[in-house]
């Protein structure tokens, strides 16, 4: 079964690592990357998430807006390279390469709500996501492995660049903040008192460096269209996966089933895979109620603790398999695989190796 | 500083972490503790679907009227809980402010989905804005508020510092002061952080303390959440078990493999432990991994026992 992710990593050339937050997503998209760079490919993994988890799992100091590569990961010509995603960086970047003049570009970037507030518009993080990827994907990478921002809501990574184009195609965007877009703003009596409201909430002075932000940015939007056109093209393509990631608590495998069902649902996304984080080992074939027993017979001795033991993890193994099983009745074909919790916490390049070994085994 | 007296000197206390450290349970956890050193408590969760009536035996989420969730008796005071959800907070707002009409008017045209986008961090001023209300006007001692979990719990409590700034006049400007003005008062305002004792939690736990105090917002307690105590008795078993090789099951191999493991993780979360208290500078509270991962009332009250020690 873990063939799967091991053809995954050969021959695909997107990889969406997402799931609920807490259950191991980063080290599990590190270490896809890992496999992926010993297949003997040219992998970046893409973190969109501001939190140091990918730089941890690899080992390494930090990541920023550009491709570093991980030393002494790759054979046979592979190699494996991080990145964390910075919005603000990438935004100022397409500012500067989509605008008409040079002039455009800096009213858009010394404007003083783009400063402040366009980094964090909703949707703009995941919208920068889905352009870095395009420019990973030019870039010459064979492999581009993302792991999606942690969350209930990991669909509005996909949604997001359609989000940002609706709000820029929205009514009022178009007659209020891009009024030569709209009617004639004189007569445009609405989008007057609509401003006029806004102004009595956040200030006049906030809206009118908005409406000059969005008024600079005038000619842009179709480049963000088409940009956003060809970002859902890539995820709809048949060489991207989608790899759900999940642990056994029941909360996630709720999560991950809602996920699952929701991607299919909207037509969205089949998920090629089911990974199921630090599911507790098993010690041999002793049921919990034989060693709590034998943990009775010999209480007072060394024997009696080691049983006791081995009955608390068997137990926590039992709660495991039966959320594992939940999961696998709740999928039709989707295959499931299994990670199991290592002695020690993965962060470093052998800890992710050997989570890698048991993926794609 | 010990939980019952961090209990009683804070108004109000914002439980944050990631999601799945435990806050919710963390909340629920003091509330009752609360409740038990006879302080009447309001806990507020920020989610529209969250577990925090789970957590009192209470079935579906938290809306926006509040119910009781532990009534008073001789031995607790009343325990009362509510929701305050972000997209419903603009519009209480703007009602507030004499802007019903254009709100009514607006909303049919998708407007306040457009205003809240454009401004961000405008739902989770709005949300501090009216626990800002509950601390001043509300009844009981201590309001915990169970912070949202998405991405940074850190985004939530730095809009309104950041929105003071960006936005230069108006309400939305003067609310902002308020509500920063709150949190950053540490007589009103204390943040617990939930973690649990594992590498990367403990990691984030430690950038998020440094956020705080960058923020300026005072720390006043962590917990760590989920904590499997180092069991002494069981490193001496495998000693033992390894020697005295004579009173040996047949399967000794598996029983020692099991012990060593369980051992191996006690001794890693016990250096977690440290690491975090380490790096947080502040006091670690800690609560037991529960046998149960579904979280009622009786586990509630247990974990509220524990944290009052």
Redesign the interface.
Known sequence: MSSVLRSVVQTRRLVICCGPGGTGKTTTSAALGVAGAKAGRRVVVLTIDPARRLADALGIDGLTNEPTEVVGVGSDGGSLWAMQLDARDTFDEIVRTWSTEPAQAERILTNPYYRTIAGSLSGTQEYMAGEKLLELHQAGFDLVVVDTPPGRHAVDFLDASRRLVAFFDHRLYRTVLAPRHGLLRAVNLAAQAFLRSAARVVGAELIADAVDFFAAFEGMEDDFRARSVRVQALLGDPATAFVVVTSPRPDTIDAAIGLIARLAAEGRATVDAVVVNRVSPRFGPATPAEDRRRSDEYAGTPLGALFRTRAELHERATADEAGIDALRSSLDQTPVLTVPALPDDVHDLRGLAEVASHMVA | MNPATFLSTSRLVIVAG????GKTTVSAAMAVAAGSEGLAALVVEVDDHG?LGRRFDRVGPLGAREVTLVPATARSAEIRGRAILADRALRTY?DG?G?GA?TRR?AS???LE?????????GDLLVLGQIRQLVDQDPADIVIVDAP????AMTFLSSPA?LA?????????DQAELVAAMLTDPKRCQVVLVA?P????V??AI?AAEALSELGVSLGMVVANGCTPT?A??A??????SV?SG???P?I???????T??Y??QV?EAD?RARLGAGVGAAVAQLPRL?V??IGARETALLARTLLG
């Open positions: 990631k999601g799945g450290a577990d703007l402010h802007l254009v607006l045209g998708g407007a457009l205003v809240t986008s454009a401004v961000p961090g405008l979990a998405t991405g940074h950041g700034r960006t936005v230069s006049s108006g309400p939305v400007h649990l594992e590498e990367t939690p990691n984030e950038e069991d008795e069981l001496d078993a495998i000693e033992a078990a005295e009173l040996a099951p399967d191999e598996g029983l020692l493999a099991a012990g493991y369980a191996g993780r890693d977690q046998a991962d579904d």
